[in-house]
T-cell receptor, first 106, second 121 residues
Framework: EIVLTQSPATLSVSPGEGATLSCRAS??????LAWYQQRPGQPPRLLMY???TRATAIPARFSGSGSGTEFTLTISSLQSEDFAVYFC????????FGQGTRLEFK | QVQLVESGGGVVLPGRSLRLSCAAS????????MHWVRQGPGKGLEWVAV????????FYADSVKGRFTISRDNSKNTLDLQMNSLRGDDTAIYYC??????????????RGRGTLVTVSS
């Protein structure tokens, strides 16, 4: 089983600032990584797949990078709707998710 | 409208069974692999099961293997999850989700709003 560890658990940021979220895999997953955003009371929404390919209608302020075991989701100039929980997911093997990073207002 | 709509959740006693359904619309259902993913209360996400586009292959998470069965009817654009021998740790919101075919494309570009299953005495 591939374990994904996200950090930090909670990130406090002010609107307009940038945020960097990390995801580490317990073994190499090449580029088989996706990111999801989950707002309260809503299902997760696909943001990114293949590490850095934005899903449909995802704004360009979201970007992804990394390979192997270390990955990053960067959000530039945070908007109010970006404050949510973010999950990474690997699909190199049976799908598994990180435990999430909560992005909150500072 | 492209959407997935789950149904069938509820409160069930430990050891009992429940069947979830998911109705797909707005896309060519038979072209996609379909999954169930769950999220326990205040918890993260857990992949549960997948069925191939034509129903010929099924795979399960170890936590549900032998208790849950995934199935699909491409003539009706529906996906089901038969859950037997339910336990307290099966309590979760269950989402059906779509992915491209092939295990190296198992990220979920569409999912429903979920149906809540509560296993409690």
């Amino acid at each position: 089983e591939i374990v994904l560890t996200q950090s930090p658990a909670t990130l406090s940021v002010s609107p307009g600032e940038g945020a960097t979220l990390s995801c580490r895999a317990s073994q190499s997953i090449s580029s088989s990584l996706a990111w999801y955003q989950q707002r309260p009371g809503q299902p997760p929404r696909l943001l990114m797949y293949g590490v850095s390919t934005r899903a449909t209608a995802i704004p360009a302020r979201f970007s992804g990078s990394g390979s192997g075991t270390e990955f990053t989701l960067t959000i530039s100039s945070l908007q109010s709707e970006d404050f949510a929980v973010y999950f990474c997911q690997q699909y190199k093997s049976w799908p598994s998710f990180g435990q999430g990073t909560r992005l909150e207002f500072k | 409208q492209v959407q997935l709509v789950e149904s069938g959740g509820g409160v069930v006693l430990p050891g009992r069974s429940l069947r979830l359904s998911c109705a797909a619309s707005g896309f060519i259902f038979r072209s996609y692999a379909m999954h169930w993913v769950r999220q326990g209360p205040g918890k993260g996400l857990e992949w549960v099961a997948v069925i191939s586009y034509d129903g010929s292959n099924e795979f399960y998470a170890d936590s549900v293997k032998g208790r849950f069965t995934i199935s699909r009817d491409n003539s009706k654009n529906t996906l089901d999850l038969q859950m037997n021998s339910l336990r307290g740790d099966d309590t979760a919101i269950y989402y059906c989700a779509r992915s491209e075919n092939g295990y190296d494309h198992w990220y979920f570009d569409l999912r429903g709003r979920g149906t809540l299953v509560t296993v409690s005495s």
